[in-house]
């Protein structure tokens, strides 16, 4: 702003001393001129905005011109030096900008987090909310909740709608088991079935049996080896849905019911009413069964325990905020940039469906630094004379033995390297 005058007034001192080297008819006609593109300009705006440096100069000039012809030379009127007046004093007593008195107001992260909680726990009253904030380590008080809550549009608890959908469901979920058949045909057209259970609350699936004569006594001793599966997670389960099919006869409903799991039978041809399992066997013949073929009884059991696997620990699910079942119970990982790691890749299946890694970076390779001398990752240093001996040995015995394919060690090595997460050194080679 500063500058801005400066540079203003230089300007005008200028124009000035060029006025005054004319001759004095030129600086007449000159004024004339100014004084008609000032009337011409009067008429046709409205109200001129000044500048802090062209008020500075219509006061200047204001000494030379006579109190009379003010009105006439300047288009400022007693009015606008009233209004700048009560802009100065109103400026003078502005305490906006100025710190407050009093207690600091509450952060605009600790108002979402009450708002979020209040939210999330519709029963919570603003002193839960309150005593919740203590105990995480934030001195809050109740009126100041309760004033964050009111000003949400939140009000009390009693007075708050229930659950959602969504909520409600999600909070049944924790203790359902659903349970059905899913069949194969094998490479002899023989028909083989295979029992899958899936808890709802962490969409974990479990392999119950398999079997080609599905009868009553067979499902009755799967459901003994599915309570032996789910181990300390079979107290909290408190319903299992099966359709009405007449494998599950009343022995299986009375192992289940021992355990205090009661068991629920869909309606007649309702698919829908265990949409949640046929969605997991639908799932199955997508991406294994439809894209295999099937031996036998030992196969088809190879195959979903390796897929199950596969399953539970490393496919995402939608319905989990796209983790997988092992990771239910626990938080989301950490962010990663990706762009920073390595990523590894792990066939499942023989290359039927893949799981990927996150390689752990050398010391080295982190800090930027290149080894002079490389280390393998299959080589260990010696261990003394002892050691020695037991490697003269050793390759002894590999010099006896037949000479591998060279293409298969080398695919071989390469499995090795891309499956096992941390890379185990051989006493020697």
Same mark, same amino acid.
């Given at each position: !702003?500063?500058?801005?005058?400066?540079?203003?007034?230089?300007?005008?001192?200028?124009?000035?001393?060029?006025?005054?080297?004319?001759?004095?008819?030129?600086?007449?006609?000159?004024?004339?001129?100014?004084?008609?593109?000032?009337?011409?300009?009067?008429?046709?705006?409205?109200? $001129?905005?000044?500048?802090?440096?062209?008020?500075?100069? #219509?006061?200047?000039?204001?000494?030379?011109?006579?109190?009379?012809?003010?009105?006439?030379?300047?288009?400022?009127? +007693?009015?606008?030096?009233?209004?700048?007046?009560?802009?100065?004093?109103?400026?003078?007593?502005?305490?906006?900008?100025? +710190?407050?008195?009093?207690?600091?107001?509450?952060?605009?992260?600790?108002?979402?987090?009450?708002?979020?909680?209040?939210?999330?726990?519709?029963?919570?009253?603003?002193?839960?909310?309150?005593?919740?904030?203590?105990?995480?380590?934030?001195?809050?008080?109740?009126?100041?909740?309760?004033?964050?809550?009111?000003?949400?549009?939140?009000?009390?608890?009693?007075?708050?709608?229930?659950?959602?959908?969504?909520?409600?469901?999600?909070?049944?979920?924790?203790?359902? #088991?659903?349970?059905?058949?899913?069949?194969?045909?094998?490479?002899?057209?023989?028909?083989?079935?295979?029992?899958?259970?899936?808890?709802?609350?962490?969409?974990?699936?479990?392999?119950?049996? $398999?079997?080609?004569?599905?009868?009553?006594?067979?499902?009755?001793?799967?459901?003994?080896?599915?309570? !032996?599966?789910?181990?300390?997670?079979?107290?909290?389960?408190?319903?299992?849905?099966?359709?009405?099919?007449?494998?599950?006869?009343?022995?299986?409903?009375?192992?289940?019911?021992?355990?205090?799991?009661?068991?629920?039978?869909? +309606?007649?041809?309702?698919?829908?009413?265990?949409?949640?399992?046929?969605?997991?066997?639908?799932?199955?013949?997508?991406?294994?069964?439809?894209?295999?073929?099937?031996?036998?009884?030992?196969?088809?059991?190879?195959?979903?325990?390796?897929?199950?696997?596969?399953?539970? *620990?490393?496919?995402?699910?939608?319905?989990?905020?796209?983790?997988?079942?092992?990771?239910?119970?626990?938080?989301?990982?950490?962010?990663?940039?990706?762009?920073?790691?390595?990523?590894?890749?792990?066939?499942?299946?023989?290359?039927? *469906?893949?799981?990927?890694?996150?390689?752990?970076?050398?010391?080295?390779?982190?800090?930027?630094?290149?080894?002079?001398?490389?280390?393998?990752?299959?080589?260990?240093?010696?261990?003394?004379?002892?050691?020695?001996?037991?490697?003269?040995?050793?390759?002894?015995?590999?010099?006896?033995?037949?000479?591998?394919?060279?293409?298969?060690?080398?695919?071989?090595?390469?499995?090795?390297?891309?499956?096992?997460?941390?890379?185990?050194?051989?006493?020697?080679?």
């Amino acid at each position: !702003m500063v500058i801005s005058v400066v540079y203003l007034l230089v300007r005008c001192l200028l124009g000035c001393l060029t006025v005054l080297s004319r001759g004095q008819a030129s600086n007449d006609a000159e004024l004339l001129v100014l004084r008609h593109e000032n009337a011409v300009l009067r008429r046709q705006v409205g109200r $001129i905005r000044y500048e802090p440096g062209d008020r500075l100069w #219509l006061a200047a000039l204001s000494r030379l011109v006579p109190r009379g012809r003010w009105s006439d030379a300047f288009p400022v009127t +007693p009015a606008t030096l009233l209004v700048w007046h009560r802009r100065l004093v109103a400026r003078k007593w502005d305490y906006a900008s100025r +710190p407050r008195p009093g207690r600091p107001p509450t952060a605009a992260a600790i108002r979402k987090l009450v708002v979020r909680i209040a939210t999330e726990n519709p029963t919570w009253g603003h002193r839960r909310v309150q005593g919740e904030l203590v105990r995480l380590g934030h001195r809050i008080a109740a009126s100041t909740v309760w004033q964050i809550l009111h000003d949400a549009g939140i009000g009390p608890a009693p007075r708050r709608s229930g659950p959602t959908w969504k909520q409600f469901l999600t909070a049944q979920a924790r203790g359902i #088991l659903a349970a059905d058949f899913v069949h194969v045909d094998t490479v002899l057209l023989q028909r083989v079935y295979a029992l899958i259970v899936i808890e709802h609350g962490t969409r974990r699936a479990h392999l119950a049996g $398999i079997t080609a004569n599905p009868d009553g006594s067979w499902t009755t001793q799967a459901a003994r080896n599915l309570l !032996m599966d789910l181990g300390h997670r079979a107290a909290t389960v408190k319903f299992l849905i099966r359709d009405r099919a007449g494998q599950f006869t009343g022995s299986f409903d009375a192992v289940l019911a021992a355990e205090g799991i009661r068991v629920l039978a869909s +309606p007649p041809q309702a698919p829908r009413a265990n949409a949640i399992c046929e969605r997991v066997i639908g799932t199955l013949r997508r991406e294994l069964l439809d894209r295999l073929l099937i031996v036998n009884e030992h196969h088809l059991r190879q195959v979903l325990t390796e897929y199950l696997l596969h399953y539970n *620990t490393a496919r995402p699910h939608r319905s989990l905020g796209q983790i997988t079942p092992d990771q239910a119970d626990s938080r989301p990982p950490d962010p990663v940039n990706l762009a920073e790691h390595r990523i590894r890749r792990k066939q499942v299946l023989g290359g039927l *469906t893949h799981e990927y890694y996150i390689a752990a970076l050398t010391t080295q390779r982190r800090s930027g630094k290149r080894s002079s001398r490389p280390e393998s990752y299959f080589r260990a240093p010696q261990a003394g004379a002892a050691g020695a001996k037991r490697c003269r040995k050793g390759r002894g015995d590999l010099a006896r033995l037949p000479q591998l394919d060279a293409g298969l060690a080398y695919r071989s090595a390469i499995w090795t390297v891309e499956t096992v997460p941390i890379l185990v050194r051989t006493p020697c080679i």
